[in-house]
Nanobody
Framework: QVQFVEFGGGLVQSGGSLRLSCVAS??????????MGWYRQAPGKDREYVGG???????NYFEAVKSRFTISRDNPDYTIYLQMNNLQPEDAAVYHC??????????WGPGAQVTVST
């Protein structure tokens, strides 16, 4: 059973912006209690951590995206967001969200494809 589904990917020119959404399954209880993360995987590369948001709303980011990406959450809507500004070709990847705690992860969602043209 998919635990999270990502939306909002697309094709954008270098320097452009996208906002990704990640919706949690209704089967997840107490979503607001969980620390969450965004991850990305480019072709031929390992999945890497982009950034995360704690249950209390504190955020942290991979250094390469720190000044450009912003993570937020809307707990009543079971949703977290990834606002990406000034996108660069190296940001192109499939983006996923999931629990920060790897022991809570069962399956990965379909992901959101982000393509950045030069």
């Amino acid at each position: 059973q998919v635990q999270f589904v990502e939306f909002g990917g697309g094709l954008v020119q270098s320097g452009g912006s996208l906002r990704l959404s990640c919706v949690a399954s209704a089967s997840i209880s107490n979503f607001e209690r969980y620390d969450m993360g965004w991850y990305r995987q480019a072709p031929g590369k390992d999945r890497e951590y982009v950034g995360g948001i704690t249950a209390s709303g504190a955020t942290n980011y991979f250094e390469a995206v720190k000044s450009r990406f912003t993570i937020s959450r809307d707990n009543p809507d079971y949703t977290i967001y990834l606002q990406m500004n000034n996108l660069q070709p190296e940001d192109a990847a499939v983006y996923h969200c999931h629990f920060k705690n790897p022991y809570l992860r069962r399956t990965w969602g379909p992901g959101a494809q982000v393509t950045v043209s030069t």
